[in-house]
C-alpha cells in the first residue's frame, strides 16, 4: 500500500513538473549573433544590439508590432509566424525595419497605409494567412518585394488592385488563387482579367457575371463562362452583341418575337442556354437546320405565341444534339397550341412522347382555349387521336348533305328544263340540238 502511494506521488510530481516545464521552456528568448528568437510571448527586456527578431508560436489574437520597436530599437528583420494573430497593431514610431515576414498567422485584412508606419522596408511577407481581400489603393512606400501567395482569397470581391499593383513588386503574384465559390483554386489575376474584359464588352443595357471558370484537364486551359441577364429590358429583338463565351442568356419578359439572329449570328454559337419566357414568339420555324437546335442545353420558350412547331425538324436536330439526353432540357408551356388533326399527331409522336423527360413542363403544354371545344386547354399529351381527328359533329354533316342535295335537284330541273325545251324546238324547226350535230 505504501509502495502504492509513493508511486502514485512520484507519478503526480513528474505530471506536475511536465505540465510547469512546457510553457517555462516555450518563454524562453534566446539570443545569439544580434539575433533574438522567443516563442509565445515577447521578452520582458530591451535589447538595443539586436538587428534580426523571430517570434513564434503567439497565441493572442490582437499584436503590437510597437512592442517590437520598443524591446529591439535597431531591429532590421522580424519574423513573426505560426501563430493565432488575426489583427496587427503597426508601430507608431519611426523605425528601422526592412524586413517584415508576417508568415503563417491569420490575418484576414491588412489596411491600406500599413505600409506607412514602416519608413524603411523592404521586404513584406505575407504568405500564408487568411487575407481575403486586398485594399485597392494599398500604399507599396519603399517595398521592392511583397508576397501574398496561400492567402483565403474572395474572387466575388472587387480584384481590381491585382491588375493594377506593380508586378516587379508584387513577385508571386501569379500563385494567387481564389477560395471558395465560385471560381476554387482558380488563378486570381486570369478572373481579374475576366471580369475586366467582361466589364467592358457587357451587351448594352444588360448585366454581365463570369459565372464559373473551368479548367480543360487536359490542355490546362482556362475557359470563362458568362450569364447575361437581359430580362424585364424592353428588347424587341435578340441582342446582336454577347460577351465572348457567353453561355446563358436571361430575356425573360421582353417582347422578342423573331429567333432569326439565333441561326444568324455567330454570336449565338457559344450560347448554351437561353430563357426567352413571356416574349411574342410566334413560331421556331426559323430555327430549322441552325447551329443552335442541334447545340442548345436549355431552351425556354414559356409563355409566348407559339401555336405549332416543325416537330420533323426538331426531332432531327435532337437526335443530332450532343447533350442529348441528360443535359437537354426544353420548356414549352404556356403557348397557345393549337390542337388539330394535322399538327397535333405529329407533335404528339415526335416530340412529346419521344423527348417527355427533355420537355421539363410537359403537363403545361396545352391546348389553346377555344370556347365550346372539349380539348381546350388540355394537356396535349394526354389527347387521343380521336378526340383531334374525330368526324365533324352531326348537326354539320346534316347541313352539308342538305346543300348537296339542293345542288343536286337543281341539276335535276335544269336538266329537264333543256330536254323539254329541246324537244319543243326540235318538233317546231326539225333542227337537232346543237350538242346531238356535234356527237359522233
Ligand atoms: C534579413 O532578411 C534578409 C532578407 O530576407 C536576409 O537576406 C538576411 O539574411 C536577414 N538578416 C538576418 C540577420 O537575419
Ligand atoms: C479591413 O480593414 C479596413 C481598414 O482597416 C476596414 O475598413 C475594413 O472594414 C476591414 N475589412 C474587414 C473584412 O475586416
Ligand atoms: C501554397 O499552397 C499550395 C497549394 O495550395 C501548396 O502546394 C504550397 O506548398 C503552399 N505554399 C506554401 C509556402 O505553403
Ligand atoms: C466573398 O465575398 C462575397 C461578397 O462580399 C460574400 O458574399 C461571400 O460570402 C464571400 N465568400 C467567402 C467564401 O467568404
Ligand atoms: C435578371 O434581372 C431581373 C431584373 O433586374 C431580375 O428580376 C432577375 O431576377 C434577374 N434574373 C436572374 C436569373 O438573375
Ligand atoms: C472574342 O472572340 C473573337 C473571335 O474569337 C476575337 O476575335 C476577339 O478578340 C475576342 N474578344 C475579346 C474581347 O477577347
Known sequence: MKIAVFYWTVFLDILHSSTIARPSLLQHCTSENQLVKCQQKMPDFVDHTAIAFQLTGVKIKTFDLGKVVQAFPNVRNVSITDGNIVTLIPPKKLNSIKVLELRRLLLTNISKDFVRHFQNIEVLDLRENRLEQFPIEFFLGSVKELRLSNNSWNCSEDLGWILAIDKQVAVDIDELKCMGLPYPGKPLISIAQYVKELHDTCTTGCE???????????TDELEPMITINCSYRGFTELPSNLPNNTRTLHLEGNSIAS??????????????????????????????????????????????????????????????????PKAVRLYLGGNPWRCDCVFIPVFQELVLQKYATQIRDIRDVKCSYVEGDENSLMPIIDLSRSS????????SLQEGLDLLNGILASLIVFILGKLAYD???????GRLPWIVTKMP
Open 208 to 218: 454581365c457575371s463570369l459565372s464559373k471558370v473551368v479548367q480543360d484537364l487536359m
Open 259 to 324: 429567333l432569326e439572329p439565333l441561326h444568324s449570328n455567330p454570336v449565338y454559337h457559344s450560347l448554351w442556354d437561353l430563357y426567352l419566357d413571356d416574349n411574342d414568339v410566334t413560331n421556331i420555324d426559323e430555327l430549322e437546320g441552325s447551329f443552335w437546335l442541334k447545340h442548345f442545353r436549355e431552351f425556354s420558350l414559356k409563355g409566348n405565341k407559339l401555336t405549332k412547331i416543325p416537330a420533323y425538324a426538331l426531332d432531327n436536330a435532337l437526335l443530332k444534339n450532343p447533350n442529348m
Open 388 to 395: 383531334v381527328c374525330r368526324l365533324p359533329p352531326e348537326y
Open 423 to 429: 324537244y319543243y324546238h326540235f318538233k317546231k324547226t
